[in-house]
């Protein structure tokens, strides 16, 4: 794949994940709204999911889509450097394969697995 390729598979996951976390905190927004309008007070409901469990999983979910989204702006940034592909810490090129499933990832798999 050519730099410019690279880049723009980037840039597209980035913004997929960019996505994801708008309407990660938009759950979470709406989770909030209805704790604090008072309109599910379904915390001793036995056929209900507590507002406090969906105000976990919320959270839970914007997290990971923060954090993906952080992790990919620096993917982006190693690749217009020239840096994207290479282990940060044993400086051999991360297998193509790797990052095809985890386009993010720093480490090689060796280094990964001794973390």
Do not use: N
């Not at 309008?37 to 979910?61: M, N, Q």
């Not at 620096?74 to 940060?88: F, K, M, N």
Request: hydrophobic share 40%.
């Amino acid at each position: 794949m050519t730099p410019d390729a690279l880049i723009a598979d980037l840039h597209d996951r980035l913004v997929a994940a960019q996505e994801r976390e708008r309407r990660a905190a938009a759950q979470l927004a709406e989770v909030r709204r209805l704790q604090a309008g008072g309109e599910s007070d379904d915390e001793h409901d036995p056929e209900g999911v507590p507002v406090s469990f969906e105000w976990s999983k919320a959270a839970a979910v914007l997290e990971a889509a923060q954090a993906e989204r952080v992790a990919l702006e620096d993917a982006v940034r190693r690749a217009r450097l020239g840096t994207y592909g290479i282990c940060a810490r044993c400086g051999r090129p991360i297998d193509p394969r790797r990052l095809a499933v985890r386009p993010a990832a720093t480490l090689c798999i060796d280094c990964a697995q001794r973390s």
